[in-house]
Protein backbone atom coordinates (compact mmCIF):
# COMPACT_ATOMS: atom_id res chain seq x y z
CA UNK A 1 0.00 0.00 0.00
CA UNK A 2 1.12 3.81 -0.80
CA UNK A 3 2.33 5.49 2.03
CA UNK A 4 1.48 9.15 1.63
CA UNK A 5 3.37 12.37 2.99
CA UNK A 6 2.08 15.60 2.95
CA UNK A 7 3.47 19.11 4.70
CA UNK A 8 2.13 19.33 8.65
CA UNK A 9 0.55 22.57 8.28
CA UNK A 10 0.39 25.65 6.00
CA UNK A 11 -1.07 29.36 6.79
CA UNK A 12 -3.12 31.47 4.59
CA UNK A 13 -4.90 34.89 3.82
CA UNK A 14 -8.16 34.99 2.80
CA UNK A 15 -8.72 35.17 -1.01
CA UNK A 16 -5.33 33.45 -2.09
CA UNK A 17 -5.06 30.13 -3.64
CA UNK A 18 -3.55 27.59 -1.67
CA UNK A 19 -1.64 24.92 -3.14
CA UNK A 20 -0.93 21.39 -1.23
CA UNK A 21 1.38 18.91 -2.18
CA UNK A 22 1.35 15.12 -1.27
CA UNK A 23 4.06 12.95 -2.26
CA UNK A 24 3.31 9.09 -3.11
CA UNK A 25 6.71 7.56 -4.41
CA UNK A 26 5.52 4.00 -4.22
CA UNK A 27 2.07 4.48 -6.21
CA UNK A 28 1.22 1.49 -8.24
CA UNK A 29 -0.54 1.66 -11.93
CA UNK A 30 -4.09 1.31 -10.98
CA UNK A 31 -4.01 3.51 -7.29
CA UNK A 32 -6.77 6.70 -7.44
CA UNK A 33 -5.66 9.84 -5.30
CA UNK A 34 -7.56 11.30 -3.09
CA UNK A 35 -8.11 13.93 -0.82
CA UNK A 36 -10.59 14.36 2.30
CA UNK A 37 -11.17 17.01 4.39
CA UNK A 38 -12.17 17.42 7.95
CA UNK A 39 -13.37 20.04 10.57
CA UNK A 40 -12.39 19.69 14.10
CA UNK A 41 -15.35 17.00 15.76
CA UNK A 42 -16.42 15.85 12.45
CA UNK A 43 -15.31 13.20 10.08
CA UNK A 44 -13.84 13.09 6.89
CA UNK A 45 -15.32 14.69 3.74
CA UNK A 46 -14.51 13.95 0.12
CA UNK A 47 -12.85 17.00 -2.21
CA UNK A 48 -11.90 15.57 -4.98
CA UNK A 49 -10.49 12.33 -6.50
CA UNK A 50 -8.22 11.80 -9.89
CA UNK A 51 -5.81 9.77 -11.43
CA UNK A 52 -4.04 11.38 -13.84
CA UNK A 53 -3.49 14.51 -15.22
CA UNK A 54 -5.78 17.09 -13.62
CA UNK A 55 -9.26 17.53 -12.30
CA UNK A 56 -11.84 20.18 -11.25
CA UNK A 57 -14.59 20.12 -9.58
CA UNK A 58 -17.03 23.28 -8.09
CA UNK A 59 -14.59 22.86 -4.98
CA UNK A 60 -10.72 22.22 -6.04
CA UNK A 61 -8.34 21.58 -8.25
CA UNK A 62 -6.48 17.83 -8.47
CA UNK A 63 -2.83 17.91 -10.24
CA UNK A 64 -1.10 14.75 -10.87
CA UNK A 65 1.94 14.93 -12.84
CA UNK A 66 2.65 12.15 -15.59
CA UNK A 67 5.02 10.07 -12.80
CA UNK A 68 2.15 10.37 -10.44
CA UNK A 69 4.68 10.09 -8.05
CA UNK A 70 2.63 13.42 -6.28
CA UNK A 71 -0.27 15.50 -6.28
CA UNK A 72 -1.03 18.61 -5.67
CA UNK A 73 -4.10 20.09 -4.50
CA UNK A 74 -5.33 23.30 -5.55
CA UNK A 75 -8.00 25.72 -3.55
CA UNK A 76 -8.86 28.97 -4.99
CA UNK A 77 -9.54 31.79 -3.52
CA UNK A 78 -9.54 30.54 0.33
CA UNK A 79 -11.48 32.20 2.93
CA UNK A 80 -11.78 31.07 6.74
CA UNK A 81 -14.07 27.80 6.33
CA UNK A 82 -11.61 26.43 4.78
CA UNK A 83 -9.40 25.92 7.94
CA UNK A 84 -8.89 22.54 8.23
CA UNK A 85 -7.35 19.40 8.34
CA UNK A 86 -6.73 17.83 4.67
CA UNK A 87 -5.85 14.13 3.93
CA UNK A 88 -3.97 12.72 0.44
CA UNK A 89 -4.69 9.19 0.54
CA UNK A 90 -3.83 6.81 -2.07
CA UNK A 91 -6.72 4.23 -3.36
CA UNK A 92 -5.09 0.80 -3.74
CA UNK A 93 -6.10 -1.51 -6.35
CA UNK A 94 -8.12 -4.36 -4.72
CA UNK A 95 -8.38 -3.50 -1.51
CA UNK A 96 -10.83 -1.03 -0.14
CA UNK A 97 -8.35 0.21 3.00
CA UNK A 98 -8.09 3.41 2.90
CA UNK A 99 -4.61 4.81 4.57
CA UNK A 100 -4.93 8.46 5.86
CA UNK A 101 -1.69 10.22 6.77
CA UNK A 102 -1.78 12.86 9.46
CA UNK A 103 -3.02 15.12 7.21
CA UNK A 104 -1.99 19.15 6.41
CA UNK A 105 -3.43 21.46 8.98
CA UNK A 106 -4.20 24.68 6.93
CA UNK A 107 -4.94 27.88 8.28
CA UNK A 108 -6.39 30.48 6.91
CA UNK A 109 -5.60 34.16 8.29
CA UNK A 110 -7.87 37.31 7.82
CA UNK B 1 -25.08 14.07 3.89
CA UNK B 2 -24.88 10.84 3.71
CA UNK B 3 -27.65 9.45 6.27
CA UNK B 4 -24.84 7.38 8.77
CA UNK B 5 -25.46 7.64 12.54
CA UNK B 6 -22.84 6.92 15.08
CA UNK B 7 -24.20 5.69 18.56
CA UNK B 8 -23.41 6.55 21.70
CA UNK B 9 -21.99 10.30 20.56
CA UNK B 10 -19.80 10.02 23.62
CA UNK B 11 -18.98 7.39 26.38
CA UNK B 12 -16.49 7.22 29.58
CA UNK B 13 -16.40 3.64 30.81
CA UNK B 14 -13.51 1.92 33.09
CA UNK B 15 -11.06 -0.66 32.34
CA UNK B 16 -11.78 -4.16 31.53
CA UNK B 17 -15.30 -3.13 30.28
CA UNK B 18 -17.15 -4.47 27.81
CA UNK B 19 -18.22 -1.43 25.14
CA UNK B 20 -20.22 -1.80 21.43
CA UNK B 21 -20.00 1.10 19.29
CA UNK B 22 -22.53 1.64 16.74
CA UNK B 23 -23.09 2.53 13.02
CA UNK B 24 -26.28 2.34 11.37
CA UNK B 25 -26.85 3.97 8.13
CA UNK B 26 -30.02 4.44 5.46
CA UNK B 27 -27.84 4.36 2.14
CA UNK B 28 -27.76 0.67 1.70
CA UNK B 29 -24.43 0.51 1.13
CA UNK B 30 -22.54 -2.45 1.10
CA UNK B 31 -18.90 -1.29 2.40
CA UNK B 32 -18.52 -0.23 5.69
CA UNK B 33 -15.04 0.88 7.86
CA UNK B 34 -15.02 1.59 11.79
CA UNK B 35 -11.71 3.80 12.04
CA UNK B 36 -9.54 5.38 14.82
CA UNK B 37 -8.44 8.56 15.51
CA UNK B 38 -5.40 10.06 17.22
CA UNK B 39 -3.61 12.77 17.58
CA UNK B 40 -0.50 12.36 15.46
CA UNK B 41 -1.97 9.28 14.33
CA UNK B 42 -4.31 10.38 11.89
CA UNK B 43 -7.40 7.88 10.63
CA UNK B 44 -6.42 4.17 10.98
CA UNK B 45 -8.29 1.46 9.57
CA UNK B 46 -10.07 -1.05 12.60
CA UNK B 47 -12.11 -3.10 10.38
CA UNK B 48 -14.10 -3.27 7.59
CA UNK B 49 -16.84 -5.09 6.05
CA UNK B 50 -17.66 -5.91 2.47
CA UNK B 51 -21.23 -7.28 3.00
CA UNK B 52 -23.63 -8.56 5.37
CA UNK B 53 -21.51 -11.14 7.61
CA UNK B 54 -18.52 -10.44 5.38
CA UNK B 55 -15.87 -9.01 7.54
CA UNK B 56 -11.85 -8.41 7.65
CA UNK B 57 -9.11 -6.64 9.50
CA UNK B 58 -7.56 -3.52 9.11
CA UNK B 59 -3.76 -1.84 10.51
CA UNK B 60 -4.93 -1.75 14.29
CA UNK B 61 -7.49 -4.66 14.95
CA UNK B 62 -6.11 -6.10 18.25
CA UNK B 63 -8.29 -5.51 20.99
CA UNK B 64 -11.52 -5.28 18.49
CA UNK B 65 -13.97 -7.41 17.25
CA UNK B 66 -17.20 -6.34 14.67
CA UNK B 67 -20.41 -7.96 13.55
CA UNK B 68 -22.72 -7.19 10.70
CA UNK B 69 -25.92 -9.10 10.70
CA UNK B 70 -27.47 -6.24 8.65
CA UNK B 71 -27.15 -4.63 5.69
CA UNK B 72 -27.92 -1.11 8.08
CA UNK B 73 -25.59 -1.58 10.84
CA UNK B 74 -22.17 -2.39 11.57
CA UNK B 75 -21.37 -2.94 15.61
CA UNK B 76 -17.76 -2.33 16.85
CA UNK B 77 -16.62 -3.76 20.11
CA UNK B 78 -14.41 -3.61 22.34
CA UNK B 79 -14.06 -6.80 24.67
CA UNK B 80 -12.05 -5.83 27.65
CA UNK B 81 -11.59 -1.85 27.09
CA UNK B 82 -7.81 -0.45 28.02
CA UNK B 83 -7.20 3.36 28.29
CA UNK B 84 -5.23 3.08 24.84
CA UNK B 85 -8.74 2.58 23.23
CA UNK B 86 -9.40 6.12 24.11
CA UNK B 87 -10.25 7.55 21.28
CA UNK B 88 -12.40 8.84 18.41
CA UNK B 89 -14.25 6.48 16.74
CA UNK B 90 -15.52 7.08 12.87
CA UNK B 91 -17.60 5.10 10.87
CA UNK B 92 -17.74 5.42 7.33
CA UNK B 93 -19.25 3.34 4.29
CA UNK B 94 -18.54 3.48 0.88
CA UNK B 95 -20.89 1.96 -2.39
CA UNK B 96 -18.93 -0.87 -3.76
CA UNK B 97 -15.93 0.06 -5.81
CA UNK B 98 -12.64 0.70 -4.13
CA UNK B 99 -12.74 3.89 -6.33
CA UNK B 100 -15.90 5.04 -4.56
CA UNK B 101 -16.32 7.73 -1.96
CA UNK B 102 -16.31 6.61 1.80
CA UNK B 103 -18.85 9.28 3.90
CA UNK B 104 -18.35 9.16 7.54
CA UNK B 105 -20.06 9.49 10.54
CA UNK B 106 -20.12 12.10 13.25
CA UNK B 107 -17.93 9.99 15.20
CA UNK B 108 -18.13 8.79 19.04
CA UNK B 109 -15.57 10.39 21.95
CA UNK B 110 -14.74 6.89 23.82
CA UNK B 111 -12.83 8.01 26.98
CA UNK B 112 -11.52 4.67 28.86
CA UNK B 113 -10.75 5.92 32.32
Known amino acids: LAKTTQPISMDSYEGQEVNITCSHN???????ITWYQQFPSQGPRFIIQGYKTKVTNEVASLFIPADRKSSTLSLPRVSLSDTAVYYC???????????FGTGTRLKVLA | DAGITQSPRHKVTETGTPVTLRCHQT?????MYWYRQDPGHGLRLIHYSYGVKDTDKGEVSDGYSVSRSKTEDFLLTLESATSSQTSVYFCAISESSYTDTQYFGPGTRLTVL
Open chain 2, 27 to 31: ENHRY
Open chain 1, 89 to 99: LVITSGTYKYI
Open chain 1, 26 to 32: NIATNDY
